[in-house]
């Protein structure tokens, strides 16, 4: 949950051009928003009007955690700011340098696999903080000087040296052993490794970092998770403290922390993987003995999963199954190869799609009858990018007909009565409070809220058989039950006691309550009888058994299986009489504990248990003051000389931004080599407004060389350098209309553009410049608009979509110079031939007016050739964009190759202009109208890789280019992904 932010310099170059120099779009929250600060010794936490409570309280619960939780890495971080969020329904926290501050989701997850028995923002403390620890152990050595010269985009440099799979698998080894919950107690987070290694599949370390096109490779949550604690069992828990000391005090050169680890341990990185992958593999194989399975037919998918004849299937999901008939079932399915859609699946292995979703906020939640379905998807604000929303929408099987029930609503889970009238939801408000209500399944209208006073957090609530009575699991200090409420008299009734089990899931049927329960160490479905309470383990699966759902006639179970190709629907005779009984309470110590004896020997992690296990952890009240915006937007946390990615320029500058990210600032001095001269610049960008406000000014000099012959031939070439002042000044909307499978955005801006020229003494001057006109006042409008099909990530470019974007600059203000200008380009995407590939048709076509001055170009021009000025110009293109092969090819320790895509293109722009005719003196003869036609045609080839065992890969490859107008060819390098 960390965000590792990379900030490229924002280096302005001296080539002074009309255009809007701009800062990036930040998201931020709505400017009615009042914010406050509480100041602890340690922590800064900020929040909006509403979450005073939950303020104080997790200020209390940070001040308390900040030794234990830093205790094992010896580091003691320096003061920090932690934001509360609360306009978001997304589940999440990081961590950032840019500027350095925390950042807290206050809306709990419906996932169990995330949250546990866990408070969730107990959960994001302890994880958070983390990180904060990990960073400032990069105070040392190097770093530190680093961070002295160059601010926070210094101390970036040494924490590149660390892979991310440890600063995750770090966190996460800490959020487990500081509490009684946590993702190293959850056998739902090694699922995915656990299947792997179980299969026979131990992927490669190159592999295991960089991932896959075609194979499910656990991310570097779960990768650092058990590499972390493994070294930290064998070596001591001390170890990763040792290594990171080491790490930062020695040259950064390539894989310079793995030979920090083996300076302290003997073992290479590469050595560390395959001990733990051998570690685990006997520890699961030892599990697998003891098991007594529950047999279960899955549902047959004939070919529709991507090379499923083949050995190597494409990755695919298929899970959260709903009886439609007694043969057949909806469900849910994704994968690297399909995003979330419903499926309808039959016994004869005949598969339907019915519906692509949008973006759902959790794509594993459905509820389903007969003849209705539905699910939650996210809604955005148009502006405000913190602020988004949970909302509820409802497809008629039997039409197709979809519904967008409810509007700016906050609700993470519902879910239908079986009569189709009513649907019970969670809503989590923005005061981060949870709360059940029933809806009408026709109108979205609330008709009961049902009485949360204890603050219980809510998960999968499920409607039994008399569309009266509700059944919920429910968490509260660190333990869970399931609750059975009845919607008519608001009575409770605990079906389970108590406990630390994290139970999910529940599922109705008559006397019975079907659940999720990880007890026996393996998640399977189980089951408690509401008259005795008695419990019973219905599934025995190798893996994992997630979902229970009923047939109508209540004789078959479905349930998700896993294995290490995904998830399948798999079903069973329901027989009460064939199940489990078992002993309460839940005998948590079945769970495998890879952690061992860390609970008592990690530095902090007993303090931590207690600290966390005390609910109401509020022992200081904190004054509360205003944190206004203006009065807090100046930020500085960059600083000092940067490169720019030409090498041909260096500046110096600061760089800031406020906390609430309203407004960014940039100020310095850039130098050209290529011309030998240099620039200040003053960047400013206020974005608390529903227009973003941009303010630019440079002032530098320039240098200009050109012929100053009037007849052929050319030989007179000279030389000048003179001082120039450039004022930008507009605003900007960029709006979010995403509300389908589709993502939609939508531009609009209007800046002024003042540039003024002095010394400037050649006798002419490009027609792109002002030389001795002096200046140029100038009026740049632009809009833009995309709706894009949502790609999975085996696509190379979107299979379905339009974009546009029209600008329009012109010169209205008069003087010496004119000028006028507009552009408009537009892109088609089309299905390709197979599922993956993609065609795109573009085209543009840009008028200039004659005047004294020329714009540059506001459309493309067919690759491999030079830009020509015209008055018209027709441009068209096509491309085929196509995966060639998924690969997975290691290159030593250096590089490691994922995939290799192609794109065939064709090129074509059409021109003309009316020139003067002049004789060899000079004088002017006439005009005629010139034609400039210039057709391309190519191939990309581009490799996406992993280099130096970074995790985020790069794109590169090489473009061949046959100009069809003069038969030339040309090979150029080509750079699609720097990976940040």
Same mark, same amino acid.
Not at 305 to 316: N, R, W
Not at 380 to 409: E, F, M, V
């Given at each position: 949950?960390?965000?590792?932010?990379?900030?490229?310099?924002?280096? %302005? %170059?001296?080539?002074?051009?009309?255009?809007?120099?701009?800062?990036?779009?930040?998201?931020?929250?709505?400017?009615?928003?009042?914010?406050?600060?509480?100041? $602890?010794?340690?922590?800064?936490?900020?929040?909006?009007?509403?979450?005073?409570?939950?303020?104080?309280?997790?200020?209390?619960?940070?001040?308390?955690?900040?030794?234990?939780?830093?205790?094992?890495?010896?580091?003691?971080?320096?003061?920090?700011?932690?934001?509360?969020?609360?306009?978001?329904?997304?589940?999440?926290?990081?961590?950032?340098?840019?500027?350095?501050?925390?950042?807290?989701?206050?809306?709990?997850?419906?996932?169990?696999?995330?949250?546990?028995?866990?408070?969730?923002?107990?959960?994001?403390?302890?994880?958070?903080?983390?990180?904060?620890?990990?960073?400032?152990?990069?105070?040392?050595?190097?770093?530190?000087?680093?961070?002295?010269?160059?601010?926070n985009a210094g101390l970036f440099f040494p924490l590149l040296t660390v892979p991310d799979w440890f600063a995750e698998g770090d966190a996460v080894s800490n959020e487990t052993l500081l509490s009684s919950s946590g993702r190293g107690r959850i056998p739902n987070f090694d699922l995915g490794m656990r299947a792997n290694l179980l299969a026979g599949k131990p992927f490669n370390y190159p592999k295991a970092v960089g991932g896959s096109y075609r194979d499910n490779v656990p991310n570097h949550y779960v990768l650092g998770y058990f590499l972390t604690t493994y070294l930290k069992r064998t070596y001591g828990p001390d170890i990763w403290s040792r290594v990171l000391t080491r790490n930062y005090r020695r040259f950064p050169w390539p894989f310079a922390f793995s030979a920090s680890i083996k300076d302290e341990t003997q073992l290479r990185t590469e050595d560390l993987y395959r001990k733990t992958m051998d570690d685990l593999t006997e520890i699961w194989q030892k599990q697998q003995t003891g098991l007594s399975l529950t047999p279960a037919t899955l549902y047959p998918t004939k070919g529709k999963i991507e090379k499923q004849s083949t050995a190597h299937p494409v990755f695919t999901n298929y899970r959260h199954p709903q009886f439609l008939t007694d043969s057949t079932i909806l469900c849910v399915k994704s994968g690297l190869g399909d995003t979330p859609r419903l499926v309808v699946l039959s016994r004869n292995g005949y598969e339907k799609t019915l519906h692509v979703q949008g973006y759902p906020n959790d794509p594993d939640l459905l509820s389903a009858t007969a003849s209705k379905a539905c699910w939650i998807e996210f809604g955005y604000d148009p502006r405000w990018g913190q602020r988004n929303y949970s909302n509820i929408r409802i497809l008629d099987i039997n039409t197709g007909k979809l519904t967008r029930l409810t509007h700016r609503a906050r609700y993470t889970?519902?879910?239908?009565?079986?009569?189709?009238?009513?649907?019970?939801?969670?809503?989590?408000?923005?005061?981060?409070?949870?709360?059940?209500?029933?809806?009408?399944?026709?109108?979205?209208?609330?008709?009961?809220?049902?009485?949360?006073?204890?603050?219980?957090?809510?998960?999968?609530?499920?409607?039994?058989?008399?569309?009266?009575?509700?059944? #919920?699991?429910?968490?509260?200090?660190?333990?869970?039950?399931?609750?059975?409420?009845?919607?008519?008299?608001?009575?409770?009734?605990?079906?389970?006691?108590?406990?630390?089990?994290? !139970?999910?899931?529940?599922?109705?049927?008559?006397?019975?309550?079907?659940?999720?329960?990880?007890?026996?160490?393996?998640?399977?479905?189980?089951?408690?009888?509401?008259?005795?309470?008695?419990?019973?383990?219905?599934?025995?699966?190798?893996?994992?058994?997630?979902?229970?759902?009923?047939?109508?006639? =209540?004789?078959?179970?479905?349930?998700?299986?896993?294995?290490?190709?995904?998830?399948?629907?798999?079903?069973?005779? %329901?027989?009460?009489?064939?199940?489990?009984?078992?002993?309460?309470?839940?005998?948590?110590?079945?769970? !495998?504990?890879?952690?061992?004896?860390?609970?008592?020997?990690?530095? =902090?992690?007993?303090?931590?248990?207690?600290?966390?296990?005390?609910?109401?952890?509020?022992?200081?009240?904190?004054?509360?003051?205003?944190?206004?915006?203006?009065?807090?937007?100046?930020?500085?946390?960059?600083? =000092?000389?940067?490169? #720019?990615?030409?090498?041909?320029?260096?500046?110096?500058?600061?760089?800031?931004?406020?906390?609430?990210?309203? $407004?960014?600032?940039?100020?310095?001095?850039?130098?050209?080599?290529?011309?030998?001269?240099?620039?200040?610049? #003053?960047?400013?960008?206020?974005?608390?407004?529903?227009?973003?406000?941009?303010?630019?000014?440079?002032?530098?000099?320039?240098?200009?060389?050109?012929?100053?012959?009037? !007849?052929?031939?050319?030989?007179?070439?000279?030389?000048?350098?003179?001082?120039?002042?450039?004022?930008?000044?507009?605003?900007?909307?960029?709006?979010?209309?995403?509300?389908s499978k589709y993502s939609q955005t939508m531009s609009l801006s209007a800046y002024y553009n003042y540039l003024q020229v002095t010394g400037y003494d050649l006798p002419f001057r490009y027609p792109t410049e002002v030389g001795s006109a002096g200046s140029l006042s100038a009026l740049i409008y632009g809009f833009s608009y995309s709706h894009l099909l949502r790609q999975n990530k085996r696509d190379v470019a979107p299979r379905w979509g339009q974009a546009i974007s029209v600008n329009y600059r012109t010169t209205p203000f008069g003087g010496k110079l004119t000028a006028e200008q507009i552009g408009i380009q537009g892109n088609l995407f089309f299905p390709g031939l197979m599922k993956h590939h993609s065609l795109r048709l573009r085209g543009g076509y840009q008028q200039q007016v004659k005047g004294t001055y020329t714009f540059g170009p506001l459309i493309f021009f067919p690759r491999g050739k030079l830009y020509l000025t015209d008055d018209q110009i027709q441009a068209g293109s096509v491309e085929y964009r196509f995966p060639v092969a998924d690969t997975h090819w290691s290159l030593g320790r250096w590089l490691y190759v994922q995939r290799i895509k192609a794109n065939v293109f064709y090129d074509q722009s059409m021109g003309q202009s009316s020139v003067e005719v002049r004789d060899v003196y000079g004088r002017l003869r006439g005009y005629e109208t010139q034609h400039h036609d210039f057709q391309t045609t190519g191939l990309d080839v581009s490799f996406i890789f992993n280099a130096l065992r970074f995790r985020i890969p790069f794109e590169a490859g090489f473009r061949t280019i046959y100009s069809v107008t003069d038969g030339q060819w040309i090979v150029q390098p080509l750079v699609l992904d720097i990976g940040f």
């Amino acid at each position: 949950m960390v965000r590792r932010l990379f900030l490229t310099a924002q280096c %302005l %170059l001296t080539t002074v051009a009309i255009n809007a120099q701009t800062l990036p779009v930040l998201d931020q929250n709505p400017t009615s928003l009042h914010w406050y600060r509480l100041s $602890t010794p340690h922590f800064r936490v900020l929040y909006p009007n509403g979450l005073d409570s939950t303020a104080q309280r997790t200020a209390n619960r940070l001040e308390s955690l900040y030794e234990p939780a830093s205790a094992s890495l010896g580091k003691q971080p320096r003061r920090i700011s932690v934001l509360l969020q609360n306009q978001t329904t997304v589940s999440n926290g990081f961590v950032t340098l840019f500027p350095r501050r925390s950042e807290f989701f206050a809306v709990s997850p419906q996932d169990p696999a995330q949250l546990g028995t866990y408070n969730w923002l107990d959960l994001l403390a302890v994880h958070e903080y983390r990180h904060v620890v990990q960073n400032d152990k990069a105070l040392q050595g190097y770093g530190r000087v680093l961070y002295t010269a160059l601010g926070n985009a210094g101390l970036f440099f040494p924490l590149l040296t660390v892979p991310d799979w440890f600063a995750e698998g770090d966190a996460v080894s800490n959020e487990t052993l500081l509490s009684s919950s946590g993702r190293g107690r959850i056998p739902n987070f090694d699922l995915g490794m656990r299947a792997n290694l179980l299969a026979g599949k131990p992927f490669n370390y190159p592999k295991a970092v960089g991932g896959s096109y075609r194979d499910n490779v656990p991310n570097h949550y779960v990768l650092g998770y058990f590499l972390t604690t493994y070294l930290k069992r064998t070596y001591g828990p001390d170890i990763w403290s040792r290594v990171l000391t080491r790490n930062y005090r020695r040259f950064p050169w390539p894989f310079a922390f793995s030979a920090s680890i083996k300076d302290e341990t003997q073992l290479r990185t590469e050595d560390l993987y395959r001990k733990t992958m051998d570690d685990l593999t006997e520890i699961w194989q030892k599990q697998q003995t003891g098991l007594s399975l529950t047999p279960a037919t899955l549902y047959p998918t004939k070919g529709k999963i991507e090379k499923q004849s083949t050995a190597h299937p494409v990755f695919t999901n298929y899970r959260h199954p709903q009886f439609l008939t007694d043969s057949t079932i909806l469900c849910v399915k994704s994968g690297l190869g399909d995003t979330p859609r419903l499926v309808v699946l039959s016994r004869n292995g005949y598969e339907k799609t019915l519906h692509v979703q949008g973006y759902p906020n959790d794509p594993d939640l459905l509820s389903a009858t007969a003849s209705k379905a539905c699910w939650i998807e996210f809604g955005y604000d148009p502006r405000w990018g913190q602020r988004n929303y949970s909302n509820i929408r409802i497809l008629d099987i039997n039409t197709g007909k979809l519904t967008r029930l409810t509007h700016r609503a906050r609700y993470t889970v519902a879910t239908l009565s079986p009569d189709n009238t009513k649907l019970v939801v969670v809503d989590n408000t923005d005061r981060s409070k949870t709360i059940l209500r029933v809806l009408d399944a026709q109108t979205g209208n609330v008709l009961k809220t049902i009485a949360n006073p204890n603050n219980v957090f809510y998960q999968h609530p499920r409607w039994a058989e008399d569309n009266q009575t509700i059944v #919920a699991v429910t968490l509260k200090d660190n333990q869970k039950t399931i609750e059975q409420i009845d919607t008519k008299s608001d009575t409770y009734r605990a079906l389970l006691p108590l406990a630390n089990e994290n !139970i999910s899931h529940p599922q109705p049927w008559g006397n019975y309550v079907l659940y999720n329960s990880p007890r026996s160490g393996i998640d399977n479905v189980y089951a408690v009888d509401v008259r005795s309470k008695q419990v019973f383990q219905v599934t025995s699966r190798p893996l994992a058994g997630y979902h229970a759902a009923v047939s109508p006639s =209540g004789n078959r179970l479905a349930f998700d299986d896993f294995s290490a190709t995904g998830y399948r629907i798999a079903t069973m005779p %329901l027989t009460p009489a064939t199940w489990k009984l078992l002993p309460e309470p839940a005998q948590e110590q079945r769970l !495998i504990r890879y952690f061992g004896p860390l609970t008592k020997l990690e530095p =902090g992690a007993a303090q931590g248990r207690l600290i966390l296990a005390d609910s109401a952890t509020t022992d200081t009240l904190y004054k509360a003051s205003r944190f206004r915006r203006l009065a807090n937007a100046i930020n500085v946390y960059s600083w =000092g000389p940067t490169v #720019a990615s030409t090498g041909q320029a260096l500046s110096v500058g600061l760089s800031s931004q406020d906390l609430l990210s309203t $407004t960014q600032i940039g100020v310095g001095y850039t130098y050209n080599q290529a011309e030998r001269a240099g620039n200040a610049y #003053a960047l400013l960008s206020y974005q608390g407004l529903y227009p973003i406000i941009d303010l630019s000014f440079q002032h530098g000099t320039r240098r200009t060389s050109l012929y100053v012959d009037r !007849i052929l031939p050319l030989d007179s070439l000279r030389s000048d350098s003179w001082q120039y002042n450039q004022l930008t000044a507009g605003f900007r909307l960029p709006l979010q209309l995403t509300n389908s499978k589709y993502s939609q955005t939508m531009s609009l801006s209007a800046y002024y553009n003042y540039l003024q020229v002095t010394g400037y003494d050649l006798p002419f001057r490009y027609p792109t410049e002002v030389g001795s006109a002096g200046s140029l006042s100038a009026l740049i409008y632009g809009f833009s608009y995309s709706h894009l099909l949502r790609q999975n990530k085996r696509d190379v470019a979107p299979r379905w979509g339009q974009a546009i974007s029209v600008n329009y600059r012109t010169t209205p203000f008069g003087g010496k110079l004119t000028a006028e200008q507009i552009g408009i380009q537009g892109n088609l995407f089309f299905p390709g031939l197979m599922k993956h590939h993609s065609l795109r048709l573009r085209g543009g076509y840009q008028q200039q007016v004659k005047g004294t001055y020329t714009f540059g170009p506001l459309i493309f021009f067919p690759r491999g050739k030079l830009y020509l000025t015209d008055d018209q110009i027709q441009a068209g293109s096509v491309e085929y964009r196509f995966p060639v092969a998924d690969t997975h090819w290691s290159l030593g320790r250096w590089l490691y190759v994922q995939r290799i895509k192609a794109n065939v293109f064709y090129d074509q722009s059409m021109g003309q202009s009316s020139v003067e005719v002049r004789d060899v003196y000079g004088r002017l003869r006439g005009y005629e109208t010139q034609h400039h036609d210039f057709q391309t045609t190519g191939l990309d080839v581009s490799f996406i890789f992993n280099a130096l065992r970074f995790r985020i890969p790069f794109e590169a490859g090489f473009r061949t280019i046959y100009s069809v107008t003069d038969g030339q060819w040309i090979v150029q390098p080509l750079v699609l992904d720097i990976g940040f």
